[in-house]
């Protein structure tokens, strides 16, 4: 099955494009949470954020950053969320790395409240123990 992204990078599919240069594109989301919702993508397949190469994250970061402030700027909103889902269980539906740029309003309402998990001191020390212990 060919990927979406993949096939709106090399111009095969529609898209309400809004930034392109030869490594990144970026383009509106079809189904979009708040005014302005877009999408930015390494032009490259990769599945995830893991599996993206660090060669290039300069390129990229920068460009998401520049894009982020410039949808904030368009729609006159008070903030952003940059969002990235990775797995099924994270809510990934396009399996390849892009990242949300969500416009957020004081009056918009939208909820990305979770609950907070009750940790004691304990539990925090033992659990940055595990991550920093965990070799890749
Ligand atoms: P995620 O759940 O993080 O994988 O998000 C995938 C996003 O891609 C969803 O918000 C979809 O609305 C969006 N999407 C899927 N197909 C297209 C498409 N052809 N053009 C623009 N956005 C799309
Ligand atoms: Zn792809």
Known sequence: MKCI????????APSF???????II???????????????????HYENFSE?????FSAFFSRLQII???????????GYNLICNNGRAAGQTVFHCHF???PRFYDDNLRFKMPILNYDNQKFKSTAELIK???L
């Open 133 to 135: 212990n965990t070799e």
């Open 26 to 44: 970026s383009f509106l989301d079809l189904n979009p949470r708040s005014p302005g919702h877009t999408l930015v993508i390494p032009k490259a």
């Open 17 to 23: 494009n809004i930034y392109e240069d030869n490594e």
């Open 100 to 102: 949300h740029i969500i």
């Open 68 to 78: 982020a402030m410039r949808v904030e700027k368009a729609l006159g909103a008070d």
């Open 52 to 56: 993206m190469t660090p060669a290039i």
């Open 5 to 12: 992204f993949c096939e709106i990078a090399s111009s095969n």
